[in-house]
């Protein structure tokens, strides 16, 4: 039993880069949500945040940046080199984000938690779960993920892996091992398999009906799925004129990071955007509407869909990020209370990684506060 009555906790551990955000993420689409225990931890140390201040009393004023937050990387060098001072930081960061951790649980409508953390089984947290679920790579696998994907060098890599436990260790602790080392589609079937396994049965969600007033014809909206992967490959490809030609394969490989919303009338699919939610951060980063349809009241649909969803995963902000050739549609988006900002502007440090991490070249950002009352907002 876990420690929340009526929900189902997943705890989700694994070593560093061996894919266990892409498999939260698979466990969101079957109808889990998604707790990134890692991220808390980065918000707890944040400049006003709880943790904040004993890491200045604990380590020093040198691990300041010019801005006056903790340089993560400085500190991270010390800690990944030094096992006493690792100690030191977790038991500061912990507490705060097992409590951030109960507040997120205890406010989600879901049945099926899934928190991720890579310290689940050293920090306590394991003792709160239903089952335990570690993720693994090969010691290759994990340095090529880290030298390409995150650009350190061989050296910063092999100290991040050798500062963990061995993946042995987790594994002998599992319900459940995700052997993370072929294709999407060979960690999806895993993940699947162990889901309708082990997890109790969760509704899927139904379409919703919604108007388009210049439209005749009925109007629906719905998540996609991953196993719709290839119709949604010949949507993209089709909406962007055949300037993007994914395959099925690499769609399948885009539900690792995001989700889609369908506008479909009569059946046909003549809406799509795709956005994530990482961090408590909604990014929009795709929209494609068939010239068809009047554009404001077919972004308004799916933004609201957008915003809907995001908010019962407790979001704080949606940021939408439009591409030039809809510039010219902004208008029908700040309509819907978004604004433009800066990423500079939006003055919280997660809210500014989110934007610097999705923002893709040559968008423009737009940005819509959701909730007031954040988790380990600064003091």
């Known amino acids: 039993m876990s420690a929340w009555p009526g929900k189902y906790i997943i705890g989700l551990t694994g070593n560093i880069a061996t894919g266990k955000s892409v498999v939260r993420k698979m466990l969101e689409h079957l109808g889990g949500y998604g707790i990134d225990a890692d991220s808390l931890a980065n918000r707890a140390i944040a400049k006003g945040s709880p943790g904040y201040q004993p890491i200045l009393e604990t380590f020093g004023r040198w691990v300041l940046g010019a801005d006056g937050q903790i340089d993560r990387a400085k500190l991270g060098r010390l800690v990944f080199s030094d096992p006493e001072a690792l100690a030191r930081l977790e038991a500061i960061i912990h507490p705060h984000v097992r409590e951030a951790i ?22 306590g947290l394991a003792e709160l779960c239903d089952s335990i679920w570690v ?30 436990s061995s993946q042995e260790k987790k594994i002998a602790r599992a319900d459940v091992v995700i052997r993370n080392a072929g294709s999407y589609e060979d960690t999806w079937s895993q993940v699947m398999a162990a889901w309708y396994r082990q997890v109790p049965a969760v509704e899927e969600e139904e379409e919703i009906a919604e108007t388009i007033e210049t439209v005749e014809g009925e109007v629906t ?63 929009t ?5 068939d010239s068809s349809l ?11 869909e957008v915003e809907r969803v995001s908010r019962e995963l ?23 209370g978004y604004q433009r900002r800066s990423i500079e502007s939006l003055g919280v440090r997660a809210w500014e990684e989110a934007a610097l991490e999705s923002m893709p070249a040559g968008t423009l950002m737009l940005f819509k506060q959701l909730r007031k009352d954040r988790v380990l907002r600064p003091v």
């Open 102 to 123: 109960g507040i997120l649980v205890r406010r989600s409508t879901h049945k099926v938690v899934v928190i991720e953390a890579i310290k689940l089984l050293e920090s």
């Open 135 to 164: 993720t693994y790579a090969p010691t290759q696998q994990q340095l090529a993920r880290l030298t390409e994907k995150r650009k350190m060098s061989e050296a910063q890599a092999r100290q991040r892996i050798t500062a963990q």
């Open 221 to 283: 909206i719905r998540r996609a799925r991953p196993r719709e992967a290839k119709e949604l490959a010949e949507i993209i490809s089709r909406f962007s004129q055949g300037k993007r030609r994914p395959t099925r394969e690499d769609v399948m490989a885009a539900f690792g990071e995001k989700a889609f919303l369908l506008l479909r009338i009569d059946g046909k699919a003549l809406g799509m955007v795709g956005w994530k939610v990482e961090n408590l951060v909604a990014r």
């Open 285 to 289: 980063d795709e929209i494609f509407i």
């Open 294 to 304: 009047f554009f404001p009241d077919a972004i308004q649909i799916l933004i609201n």
């Open 314 to 336: 407790q979001c704080e902000i949606s940021l939408l990020f439009l591409p030039q050739e809809l510039v010219s549609q902004e208008a029908a988006i700040t309509s819907l």
